[in-house]
């Protein structure tokens, strides 16, 4: 007997959709529950440990300018979370490091995040941060950037 291919097609499909389950037809759960899982986080917060650690000599020298002790910054390195303040000085850092990266070779970063500004009334990057305006510093690159005179 000789089954038309249509319908041949149509069986082994029919098969397929019974046997091999598809991402789509398998249940989904109401509700997810929450995870107390924090590994995500702790990586991000691995990452710009690493960011924040190329602008600085040492841990130490990041301790000092975040005004924390150095076993937070092992913390910090650790992916563990920081105080929200000093959280946010670090992202701060680690936004800037990244802005400046393409734009500046690794080994001037730290240099330019020191030196007076002139886009930043002829303050330092870092204080300007540490201030909380990372708006500013932002800024400051994106005119260095376009070629900008201060």
């Given at each position: 007997?000789?089954?038309?291919?249509?319908?041949?097609?149509?069986?082994?499909?029919?098969?397929?959709?019974?046997?091999?389950?598809?991402?789509?037809?398998?249940?989904?759960?109401?509700?997810?529950?929450?995870?107390?899982?924090?590994?995500?986080?702790?990586?991000?917060?691995?990452?710009?440990?690493?960011?924040?650690?190329?602008?600085?000599?040492?841990?130490?020298?990041?301790?000092?300018?975040?005004?924390?002790?150095?076993?937070?910054?092992?913390?910090?390195?650790?992916?563990?979370?920081?105080?929200?303040?000093?959280?946010?000085?670090?992202?701060?850092?680690?936004?800037?490091?990244?802005q400046l990266r393409g734009f500046l070779d690794d080994d001037a970063i730290p240099e330019w995040l020191r030196g007076a500004n002139a886009h930043l009334?002829?303050?330092?990057?870092?204080?300007?941060?540490?201030?909380?305006?990372?708006?500013?510093?932002?800024?400051?690159?994106?005119?260095?950037?376009?070629?900008?005179?201060?």
């Amino acid at each position: 007997m000789h089954l038309p291919f249509e319908l041949v097609r149509n069986i082994f499909v029919a098969y397929l959709a019974n046997e091999v389950p598809l991402a789509r037809r398998q249940p989904v759960p109401a509700k997810i529950p929450p995870t107390t899982d924090d590994s995500g986080r702790g990586v991000i917060r691995g990452a710009t440990y690493f960011l924040v650690r190329s602008a600085f000599a040492s841990d130490a020298a990041i301790a000092s300018f975040a005004g924390i002790d150095r076993s937070r910054v092992t913390r910090f390195k650790q992916g563990m979370n920081l105080e929200p303040d000093t959280a946010a000085l670090l992202d701060a850092v680690g936004a800037t490091v990244t802005q400046l990266r393409g734009f500046l070779d690794d080994d001037a970063i730290p240099e330019w995040l020191r030196g007076a500004n002139a886009h930043l009334a002829h303050r330092a990057p870092l204080d300007v941060l540490r201030t909380g305006r990372l708006s500013e510093v932002i800024a400051a690159i994106e005119a260095e950037k376009s070629g900008a005179f201060a």
